[in-house]
Each structure stands twice: as C-alpha cells, then as structure tokens.
C-alpha cells in the first residue's frame, strides 16, 4: 500500500524478553523516524534518524534502542520493557531537506508488553 | 512551545454529506507547513493534504480542502461528498519551517460515515 513497511505486526512479549522492530523504507528516502501511538494521546516521536545520523532522541527512556545500518532500514530494539510501553509503533520515512518534508508512515507495530 | 489542538475527539457525517474538522495550533513561527493525515481501521497513516503558511491560497485535493485563517491559528479540514471509505481517524499536524523535520500532532478526530 505504501512504500514503508514494518514487522512484525504484533507482538506480544513478556517484561523479561528482548525483541526488535524493523521498518524497511522504498521510497529513496534520506530520513527515518519511530513513533508511538497511544489511545487518546498524540503521536509521540522517539527518534529520527537523518542520512543514517540519529538527529534526535526525544528523552526516550534506554530500554528502547534504536539503529539505523542505512537509509533503507530502522531498527528499534526493546528490552526490559515495561506494561505502559504497549503501544502502536509507527515507522516513518521522508525526503529530508525538502521544502516541505513530507512524512510517510508504515502500518505500525502493535505491541503488548505482559 | 508548538502545540496542536483537535477539539472534537469524534464527529459523525452522512454519505455523501459535507463535514468540517477543526484544528487550531500554537506557534511564534512565521515559516511552518500543516498536515492532515488520515489513519483509516487498518492503521495505515496517509497524507491527506499540506499546506505551507505562506501560502495564502488554501489547499485542494480533489474532495478534501483546507481553510488556512493564519491570523487566528486554524486549520480545518473539510471533507465535501463524504464517502465510506473516509470513515478514520483524523489526525492534524504542524512542521516547524527551516530544518527540521519534527512533526507535532493534535490528538485526532475520528469521523464516523453512515450511510
């Protein structure tokens, strides 16, 4: 449907197990990013990552790590997580640099932490 | 700092119907771009329509346009022939002009369409 897909779709993990994330990007981009979706809340960003360069960390607590080995692909690697961090985990990817800078989203992650 | 207000969490419209969603943002910027993206049931985030605040002329998309009122900080979306499919989750969002390339987003409006 769009050029940014993630997997897994869901996922449940226990607060003990380490996981990741990936979102892959066909769209030529030069920027990347990780949000998360909570209900009643506004899309929160994590991380953005510019030319494979992590530009901002958004007082994103440790257990979650993001990596980025090339413009084509974003990892976010979880660990320890807690109950609150169930969320929807949406990747994006734009042209950055561009006079408008548009934003495309993969379908997202929903994640369960047990 | 920026800050994005969707005051209607849910809205319902008829088919074929028109209906507006209203977006109101907080800024000192001069130079900003404004977003609606629309996340239908399957989750995907699609852009709806852009506009840049230096542009008087506000934006078109086939059914979907804009009313930019820069001096009152609005942004509403107006859905015209309102069709099933448009049924989703509205989300509003602002971009800081310049470089950078953080996006700041309401908390969404989710339109009901009954036919």
């Known amino acids: 449907e769009t050029g940014v897909t993630q997997t897994p779709r869901h996922l449940v993990m226990g607060m003990t197990n380490k996981k990741s994330l990936k979102c892959e990007q066909h769209l030529g981009h030069n920027a990347m990013y990780w949000y998360k979706q909570s209900a009643k809340k506004p899309l929160e960003l994590m991380f953005v990552y510019n030319f494979k360069e992590q530009t901002e960390n958004n007082s994103v607590p440790s257990r979650f790590s993001p990596e980025c080995p090339n413009s084509s692909h974003l990892f976010l690697h979880l660990h320890t997580l807690q109950p609150e961090d169930s969320a929807l985990y949406l990747c994006a990817s734009s042209q950055a640099g561009g006079s408008i800078d548009t934003q495309y989203f993969g379908p997202g992650t929903r994640l369960t932490v047990l | 700092a920026q800050t994005v207000t969707q005051s209607q969490p849910e809205m319902s419209v008829q088919e074929a119907e028109t209906v507006t969603l209203s977006c109101t943002y907080d800024t000192s910027e001069s130079d900003y771009y404004l977003f609606w993206y629309k996340q239908p049931p399957s989750r995907q985030m699609i852009l709806v329509i852009r506009q840049e605040a230096y542009k008087q002329q506000n934006a078109t998309e086939n059914r979907f346009s804009v009313n930019f009122q820069k001096a009152a900080k609005s942004f509403s979306l107006k859905i015209s022939d309102s069709q099933l499919g448009d049924a989703a989750m509205y989300f509003c969002?602002?971009?800081?002009?310049?470089?950078?390339?953080?996006?700041?987003f309401g908390t969404g409006t989710l339109l009901a369409v009954q036919p």
């Open positions: 969002a602002y971009r800081r002009g310049g470089a950078t390339n953080k996006l700041i």
